[in-house]
């Protein structure tokens, strides 16, 4: 390990001699020497080439893990502007024969467990077997190359089966957890009119049932082109289906086939699948990726940079409707196997997660970042009392980790844990700031940008900077990076959301998020640049404040927005809104206790001006603070128009604002 520079934070953990010669990266690069005779020494040294030769370094990622397709893998890139860059225009593939290649029929493909399954397991001859009865059940339907198939089902092994089925035909398929709301799910599954709706009878979460037959007839009713429905019974035995219309039960229409499971190869940008945006407001954006970019993109990355191997087992809590879930599915392109946990990772308690960890003898723990803070609030200790040893690796995503949370992890999880904090979006369905393996890992920073992603810092004039705060920029296409938008037909809604920030040729994507690259090649996510708080001019992110707010004993949550235009606030109006530990109380000590940690932790500046104590911070499904949305409801705007109360987890928690703010006058 090379020498800290001076002002460097604490290295936590520094991989050791073995685990760097072990890991799948090491004989990458000693491949790419041999094969390219390029001199890549270090990691920067790797991704500085994959950047810079951005069409050799795709090409060594299609040799080296020897996809298979059907034409010609040249040229890499057709057209390289984004967007609209066009890979591998000449190529044919397929995303679900790369899951089933190669595949020892007695070896463990899945575990799972939920609220109502006890932990199981499939093997790959399990899997296989599902996967074909569900392909042969849909081409019976009349589901062919390019039809939408979508899903209202949970993080279950079915749900995966389903998933490969549609992806060996050519079908794309797209999903919800089954805790939507029905206007959340018409709202996304209507606007790429699909031909098949697949779903569960319902499900449990925190411990109560809850039924969906009757959501699913609404849905029915505003699914138009839905012309099949099939039912899989996971709340009830033999649910009542005579409420739906042309409904068949799971068996029924996936039962025994004597056929073999066959792969179609389609255009390298075909759809696999469409993912949304959070959709806090208006319709989400339906974001539509390849089978050919997909598939080059994850075996990058779990094989690089998440390093999934033989013998691995890979947890990463999530639902359907979360990216997360599809870059989970993606581990299936390696040698490792995954685990699946349907339910609240809170019930009976927080110890539920790590519970299954032990059980199932966990590898690598992935999970969002406001779950290990909640496991650190909440007094959790991991270690104690069961046994982690084969749990190497702990992943957090969804938003920053605090500094606190890194030091958490490595003083109650375990002191040799490889923890890796990544960055990316459902945009590009993988990380492009994150993990790698052979890298240390510095305290409140990831390790550094991923390979082949040209992720830099831009200040407001368009420059690129090292050790300054700027927007996060992509200089170079992704092969993961969207198709298009479903129904966009100019690409306009793709430019506007994506490149149109900067006035610069040729475009670059702009995501949305404030970066810091520092000179040793780590990088800090200070959160999302539309919600920055600015005090004066001084600008800084919102997770800065949350660091120093929940740092005070007495707060589990918050929430903070930067208001303008409100009399009597030149510099603007800042309110914080905190969620307190039980049997805490907001005094006038605990106000002036935040603001002091905050004064001495952010700046004078930043500095409430008010604090109010409230029951719960408004989130997405997939854990995001509803920051935007609640400003704007402080700025007068109705909740309806504010946000998409069927896209959160919390729906009620916007009432609390929308009465504030009534009560402000607003």
């Known amino acids: 390990m090379a020498a800290e520079r001076a002002g460097a934070p604490p290295a936590l953990w520094s991989p050791s001699e073995e685990r760097i010669a072990s890991a799948e990266l090491t004989r990458y690069a000693t491949w790419v020497r041999e094969r390219h005779g390029v001199e890549v020494g270090d990691y920067a040294a790797l991704w500085q080439w994959s950047v810079d030769e951005l069409d050799t370094f795709w090409a060594s990622i299609?040799?080296?893990?020897?996809?298979?397709?059907?034409?010609?893998?040249?040229?890499?890139?057709?057209?390289?502007?984004?967007?609209?860059?066009?890979?591998?225009?000449?190529?044919?593939?397929?995303?679900?024969?790369?899951?089933?290649?190669?595949?020892?029929?007695?070896?463990?493909?899945?575990?799972?467990?939920?609220?109502?399954?006890?932990?199981?397991?499939?093997?790959?001859?399990?899997?296989?077997?599902?996967?074909?009865?569900?392909?042969?059940?849909?081409?019976?339907?009349?589901?062919?190359?390019?039809?939408?198939?979508?899903?209202?089902?949970?993080?279950?092994?079915?749900?995966?089966?389903?998933?490969?089925?549609?992806?060996?035909?050519?079908?794309?398929?797209?999903?919800?957890?089954?805790?939507?709301?029905?206007?959340?799910?018409?709202?996304?599954?209507?606007?790429?009119?699909?031909?098949?709706?697949?779903?569960?009878?319902?499900?449990?979460?925190?411990?109560?049932?809850?039924?969906?037959?009757?959501?699913?007839?609404?849905?029915?009713?505003?699914?138009?082109?839905?012309?099949?429905?099939?039912?899989?019974?996971?709340?009830?035995?033999?649910?009542?289906?005579?409420?739906?219309?042309?409904?068949?039960?799971?068996?029924?229409?996936?039962?025994?086939?004597?056929?073999?499971?066959?792969?179609?190869?389609?255009?390298?940008?075909?759809?696999?699948?469409?993912?949304?945006?959070?959709?806090?407001?208006?319709?989400?954006?339906?974001?539509?990726?390849?089978?050919?970019?997909?598939?080059?993109?994850?075996?990058?990355?779990?094989?690089?940079?998440?390093?999934?191997?033989?013998?691995?087992?890979?947890?990463?809590?999530?639902?359907?409707?979360?990216?997360?879930?599809?870059?989970?599915?993606?581990?299936?392109?390696?040698?490792?196997?995954?685990?699946?946990?349907?339910?609240?990772?809170?019930?009976?308690?927080?110890?539920?997660?790590?519970?299954?960890?032990?059980?199932?003898?966990?590898?690598?723990?992935?999970?969002?970042?406001?779950?290990?803070?909640?496991?650190?609030?909440?007094?959790?200790?991991?270690?104690?009392?069961?046994?982690?040893?084969a749990l190497t690796a702990v992943g957090s995503t969804g938003s920053p980790l605090s500094p606190e949370g890194f030091q958490w992890v490595y003083d109650h999880v375990g002191q040799d844990t490889w923890l890796f904090s990544t960055s990316g979006g459902t945009d590009v369905c993988t990380a492009f700031v994150g993990g790698v393996p052979t890298l240390p890992v510095h305290l409140g920073e990831l390790q550094a940008r991923s390979l082949g992603c040209d992720v830099q810092s831009w200040d407001e004039d368009g420059h690129p900077q090292i050790g300054a705060v700027g927007e996060l920029v992509i200089t170079q296409p992704m092969p993961s990076m969207p198709v298009g938008f479903w129904g966009d037909e100019d690409g306009s809604r793709y430019r506007e959301s994506y490149f149109e920030h900067f006035d610069v040729t040729p475009p670059v994507w702009r995501h949305g998020d404030w970066i810091e690259i520092t000179d040793r090649g780590t990088a800090i996510i200070y959160g999302r640049s539309d919600s920055t708080i600015n005090r004066g001019g001084i600008r800084m992110g919102t997770s800065e404040i949350y660091r120093a707010v929940l740092a005070v004993d007495e707060i589990v949550d918050a929430l903070v927005v930067d208001v303008t235009g409100r009399e009597g606030y030149p510099d603007g109006w800042m309110p914080l809104f905190v969620v307190l530990r039980p049997g805490a109380t907001l005094d006038d000590d605990l106000v002036a206790r935040i603001a002091r940690r905050v004064r001495e932790d952010c700046s004078p500046r930043h500095v409430p001006n008010e604090v109010h104590a409230i029951a719960e911070i408004p989130r997405t499904l997939s854990g995001k603070i509803l920051e935007i949305p609640v400003k704007r409801i402080l700025m007068g705007q109705p909740v309806e128009r504010a946000a998409s109360r069927d896209s959160l987890a919390n729906p009620a928690a916007l009432d609390w604002f929308a009465e504030f703010a009534a009560a402000l006058g607003t």
Not at 144 to 168: H, K, M, Q, W
Request: net charge negative; charged share 20%; hydrophobic share 45%.
């Open 62 to 389: 299609w040799e080296y893990f020897a996809v298979q397709a059907d034409g010609s893998a040249e040229p890499v890139l057709g057209t390289r502007e984004m967007p609209g860059a066009q890979w591998f225009p000449n190529a044919r593939v397929n995303f679900a024969e790369h899951v089933f290649r190669d595949r020892d029929p007695d070896a463990l493909a899945l575990q799972h467990a939920s609220e109502l399954r006890d932990l199981d397991a499939w093997t790959w001859a399990e899997l296989r077997e599902q996967t074909t009865r569900i392909a042969a059940g849909l081409r019976a339907l009349g589901v062919g190359e390019g039809d939408r198939v979508v899903a209202y089902l949970p993080n279950i092994p079915e749900t995966v089966a389903a998933f490969l089925a549609c992806a060996s035909i050519g079908a794309t398929w797209s999903s919800c957890s089954p805790d939507f709301g029905a206007r959340s799910v018409v709202d996304r599954f209507a606007q790429i009119s699909p031909t098949v709706l697949l779903a569960v009878d319902g499900y449990r979460y925190g411990g109560r049932d809850f039924d969906r037959i009757q959501t699913l007839a609404g849905l029915q009713a505003e699914l138009p082109t839905v012309q099949h429905t099939v039912v899989l019974p996971y709340l009830a035995a033999d649910p009542d289906l005579e409420p739906l219309r042309d409904a068949q039960p799971w068996e029924q229409a996936f039962g025994p086939t004597g056929t073999e499971l066959a792969f179609t190869r389609v255009p390298f940008d075909h759809p696999l699948w469409v993912l949304y945006s959070s959709g806090t407001t208006g319709l989400p954006k339906p974001i539509v990726q390849g089978q050919g970019g997909i598939l080059l993109e994850l075996l990058k990355k779990q094989h690089l940079h998440l390093d999934a191997q033989a013998g691995d087992r890979v947890l990463w809590f999530t639902t359907t409707g979360w990216m997360m879930w599809n870059f989970l599915v993606g581990v299936l392109l390696t040698p490792a196997s995954i685990v699946l946990f349907d339910g609240n990772p809170g019930h009976p308690d927080l110890d539920t997660l790590w519970d299954l960890a032990e059980r199932a003898g966990v590898t690598t723990f992935g999970t969002g970042a406001a779950f290990l803070m909640s496991c650190m609030k909440a007094g959790v200790e991991p270690a104690e009392g069961r046994d982690l040893s």
